[in-house]
């Protein structure tokens, strides 16, 4: 089955910087990468997605960017604010869907004010 | 208006009671899913159904029974409970089980004692 790795467990950064979250996956027939963001006493929300025939989206601060060859995915989060604190997931599916989604083990960002 | 809710938010209990937790979803989703959080916050799917019907059923050991009277409700039942089920236990919907965006609810904390 797939095996997904996330690092960094947690990350820290000051308000305004640029905070980078990576992820790997293991079964080359996944193509559909989902990142959500889980705040305190809540469920995961999907904050950005991305299939395998695109190489990078964006989404104002957020950008996610996707090498099949190597098999990782990455989460850019721009100009850090408070809010954007929460712990952050990867995922990795082999349909464009919920379906058996594979989770990341999560990272725990908190942007410092 | 809630788009996922599940009842209880909290359900603490002893070893060896059977137990319940509801799931609803008012967005006229087809698929209902249950995935559990470990202390760590590794999320790992349970179950999947699509229109009343079980399409996903990872290695969860049998007291754990999930049924969906109707495409808007998927609840979960554990009979016996047992020290290690303690865990965040999350419903989910999504439009079709291979396509679409995953809605989560809040969680249900679940403590064994």
């Known amino acids: 089955g797939e095996n997904v790795e996330q690092h960094p467990s947690t990350l820290s950064v000051q308000e305004g910087d640029s905070a980078v979250i990576k992820c790997t996956y293991s079964?080359?027939?996944?193509?559909?990468f989902p990142w959500y963001k889980q705040e305190l006493g809540k469920g995961p929300q999907l904050i950005i997605d991305i299939r395998s025939n695109v190489g990078e989206k964006k989404d104002q601060r957020i950008a996610v960017t996707l090498n099949k060859t190597a098999k990782h995915f990455s989460l850019h989060i721009t100009e850090t604010q408070p809010e954007d604190s929460a712990v952050y997931f990867c995922?990795?599916?082999?349909?464009?869907?919920?379906?058996?989604?594979?989770f990341g083990t999560g990272t725990r960002l908190t942007v410092i004010p | 208006d809630t788009a996922v809710s599940q009842t209880p938010k909290y359900l603490v209990t002893q070893m060896g009671n059977d137990k319940s937790i509801k799931c609803e979803q008012n967005l006229g989703h087809d698929t209902m899913y249950w995935y559990k959080q470990d202390s760590k916050k590794f999320l790992k799917i349970m179950f999947s159904?699509?229109?009343?019907?079980?399409?996903i059923n990872e290695t969860v050991p049998n007291r754990f029974s999930p049924k969906s009277p109707d495409k808007a409700h998927l609840n979960l039942h554990i009979n016996s409970l047992e020290l290690g089920d303690s865990a965040v236990y999350f419903c989910?919907?999504?439009?079709?089980?291979?396509?679409?965006?995953?809605?989560f609810g809040q969680g249900t904390r679940l403590t064994v004692v």
């Open positions: 989910a919907s999504s439009q079709d089980p291979r396509w679409g965006e995953a809605f």
């Open positions: 995922a990795a599916s082999q349909k464009t869907g919920a379906n058996n989604l594979f």
């Open positions: 159904y699509n229109n009343k019907e079980l399409i």
């Open positions: 079964d080359s027939a996944s193509n559909y």
